[in-house]
C-alpha cells in the first residue's frame, strides 16, 4: 500500500461531529450556556429532564455538547416564565415563540 492510500484509509475513520441539520447553528445553545441556565435555577439533572420532556442522559448529553435549538428555546421561554408543556399547547406556545424569534431576527438582520 503506498504512502497516499495509507493516508486516505485513515482520513476515512475519522470520527467528524455532527451539526444540528434543524437549525442555523446560532440558535443553539451552547454546553457552557446550558450548564449556566441549569445552575442559575438551581435545578437537578434529573429536574432539568423532567421539565425538559427529556431522558437525564439526554441532559447530560446537552451539558457537554450543547443543545439543539428546539431545547434551546425551551430553556428561553422557562426563563421568560413560560412553562412548556406537552401536546398542542406546548406546540403553540413554541409556535408563537419561534415566530417572535424568527421576527427578531429578521429586524437584526436589516
Given amino acids: 500500500m503506498t504512502k497516499a492510500k495509507a493516508a486516505k484509509?485513515?482520513?476515512k475513520h475519522?470520527?467528524?461531529?455532527?451539526?444540528?441539520?434543524?437549525?442555523?447553528?446560532?440558535?443553539r445553545i451552547n454546553a457552557a450556556d446550558f450548564c449556566a441556565w441549569q445552575e442559575g435555577l438551581g435545578l437537578s439533572i434529573a429536574s432539568v429532564a423532567a421539565l425538559l420532556y427529556v431522558a437525564e442522559n439526554t441532559v447530560a448529553k446537552y451539558r457537554a455538547e450543547g443543545a439543539p435549538p428546539d431545547i434551546a428555546r425551551q430553556c428561553w421561554a422557562i426563563i421568560a416564565g413560560i412553562k412548556p408543556d406537552t401536546g398542542q399547547k406546548r406546540a403553540e406556545l413554541l409556535g408563537k415563540f419561534n415566530l417572535?424569534?424568527?421576527q427578531a431576527n429578521l429586524k437584526f438582520a436589516d
Fill in 9 to 11: 484509509e485513515a482520513t
Fill in 14 to 27: 475519522i470520527r467528524r461531529p455532527r451539526a444540528f441539520a434543524s437549525a442555523d447553528s446560532s440558535l
Fill in 100 to 102: 417572535a424569534l424568527d
